[in-house]
């Protein structure tokens, strides 16, 4: 009898270990899912970003000396005009002073000379004018309407003839005389008559072409002179004006020079370097110091060229600044130049910078790092899955478990991108599909019995109930 309940009890034991077995292994597996959605695929990548002014300026020394004093070091609030530097520029101004006084003096005679100049043009422009006013008055008299130039040669013509009968009457008479009396007549008379055939061959010279000419060649040769020296005397008032103006300008130049009394600070900010020493010896514009306008800073970020080519300005950045403080930036420039850089690692990458702009606290100072966020959209409006649910098949391709009627059926899938933790599925998925999403971790195979881990299942032997959680 003992024997019998032994056996008995051993296989109620082989059955309910059996069963368990059987339970155990069909039993539906919870699983993590999440639909198929179709949105933005992005990328999130942190760098390190600098506080950066967005306004700064290098003060330099306007004239040469010594730095005699430091009066605010870096990091120092400076206030608009306040000194931040004191320059002992006395023998620099010393100098200029006397350069001052020479233009001054180079100035004076650059006039002098140019009065003189143009006082000898005058003088020279009223004797050709004189002489240009006497030769139109004996064209005029000559050609004009009124000219008389045919009656000169009547005139002297008749005289000629006269003179020329006197003279030979005389000569035929008193040729062999010894008179010393009629001698002298005859003398007399042959002067005439010389006179006379001077004066008619002056008379035929104005009647001529050329004659005429020669008047108008000349009056307008004179005309011409006059112009010429209207021009110089154009010119010589314009040198000496010009020459005059660039004193006046280099003069202005070292008065200038001279006002700048100190090295005050532009405007209100903070001194961001102090680039001299006391008792240091500066030239003229050597930098003293540099200066940014406090409050008006902005995020200057290195990204890498594949990094920045997917920004734009106004895309959203998350800040944290050293303290943990996180705030909200918008990127104001990407650059389009790219700069070989060296890696932490030795290794050569094509970098872009990146300015961004932000409402930094005010105890944000220049240089301070900033850990920069960025969410870049690498592509628009796609089908998309978590990394994890995506798993190589026996062929070499690629598919995802999804959730129908309880069990688990593998897809495959065409993907595309990848990036942010998501694969763009480009084919062999349709939005809305529940994916599950660790099925390493879960241990699927397809036709495999599931129950999303969002769900509770009644009869856990069965799995015919399924009841969300809310």
């Given at each position: 009898m003992k024997k019998k309940v032994k056996i008995v009890l051993a296989s109620v034991m082989t059955v309910c270990i059996l069963s368990a077995g059987l339970w155990y292994l069909f039993r539906p597996v919870r699983v993590e899912t999440e639909p198929a959605k179709v949105g933005d695929l992005t990328e999130t990548f942190t760098v390190s970003g600098t506080a950066t002014?967005?306004?700064?300026?290098?003060?330099?020394?306007p004239l040469a000396g010594q730095v005699t004093g430091i009066k605010l070091r870096s990091g120092a609030r400076a206030e608009a005009g306040e000194n931040v530097i004191q320059l002992d520029d006395s023998e620099a101004r010393g100098e200029l002073e006397d350069q001052l006084a020479s233009l001054e003096l180079q100035k004076t005679g650059v006039l002098k000379d140019g009065s003189a100049a143009r006082a000898e043009i005058v003088m020279n422009r009223q004797q050709l004018e004189n002489e240009?006013?006497?030769?139109?008055?004996?064209?005029?008299?000559?050609?004009?309407?009124?000219?008389?130039?045919?009656?000169?040669?009547?005139?002297?013509?008749?005289?000629?003839t006269r003179a020329n009968i006197a003279y030979w009457r005389a000569y035929d008479e008193y040729a062999d005389s010894h008179d010393p009396s009629e001698n002298a007549q005859l003398s007399s008379l042959a002067a005439a008559r010389a006179s006379a055939e001077q004066a008619l061959a002056?008379?035929?010279n104005v009647q001529m072409e050329s004659t005429r000419t020669y008047y108008e060649d000349t009056i307008a040769?004179?005309?011409?002179?006059?112009?010429?020296?209207?021009?110089?005397?154009?010119?010589?008032?314009?040198?000496?004006?010009?020459?005059?103006?660039?004193?006046?300008?280099?003069m202005e130049q070292i008065r200038n020079r001279l006002d700048k009394d100190g090295i005050e600070a532009p405007y209100a900010g903070t001194v961001w370097e102090v680039l001299v020493e006391e008792g240091d010896y500066v030239q003229v514009n050597q930098p003293l110091y540099r200066i940014y306008e406090t409050g008006n800073m902005e995020v200057s970020a290195d990204l890498l060229?594949?990094?920045?080519?997917?920004l734009e300005e106004g895309d959203q950045a998350t800040?944290?600044?050293?303290?943990?403080?996180?705030?909200?930036?918008?990127?104001?420039?990407?650059?389009?130049?790219?700069?070989?850089?060296?890696?932490?690692?030795?290794?050569?990458?094509?970098?872009?910078?990146?300015?961004?702009?932000?409402?930094?606290?005010?105890?944000?100072?220049?240089?301070?790092?900033?850990?920069?966020?960025?969410?870049?959209?690498?592509?628009?409006?796609?089908?998309?899955v978590t990394v994890s649910a995506v798993m190589p098949d026996e062929d070499g391709q690629v598919g995802v478990y999804v959730v129908r009627g309880r069990k688990a059926v593998y897809c495959g899938i065409e993907t595309g991108l990848q990036c942010g933790g998501k694969t763009e599925v480009t084919g062999g998925l349709s939005e809305g599909d529940q994916v599950i999403v660790n099925p390493y971790e879960a241990e699927v195979s397809d036709g495999k019995a599931v129950v999303p881990a969002s769900y509770d299942y009644g009869d856990e032997t069965t799995g015919k109930s399924y009841k969300e959680d809310r």
């Open positions: 002014p967005a306004r700064s300026s290098y003060i330099c020394a240009l006013e006497k030769l139109k008055l004996e064209y005029e008299q000559l050609y004009g309407e009124n000219g008389n130039a045919a009656e000169l040669l009547a005139a002297a013509q008749e005289n000629f002056d008379a035929e040769s004179y005309e011409s002179q006059l112009g010429i020296l209207d021009g110089n005397g154009s010119a010589v008032s314009a040198g000496t004006e010009a020459a005059a103006d660039q004193l006046d300008i280099q060229d594949t990094q920045a080519s997917l800040l944290t600044l050293a303290d943990g403080t996180v705030l909200e930036g918008s990127v104001s420039f990407v650059s389009e130049i790219a700069t070989q850089e060296l890696s932490a690692l030795g290794i050569e990458e094509s970098r872009c910078e990146v300015i961004l702009e932000a409402d930094l606290p005010e105890g944000v100072g220049a240089g301070q790092e900033i850990a920069v966020e960025f969410e870049a959209v690498r592509k628009e409006h796609v089908l998309q």
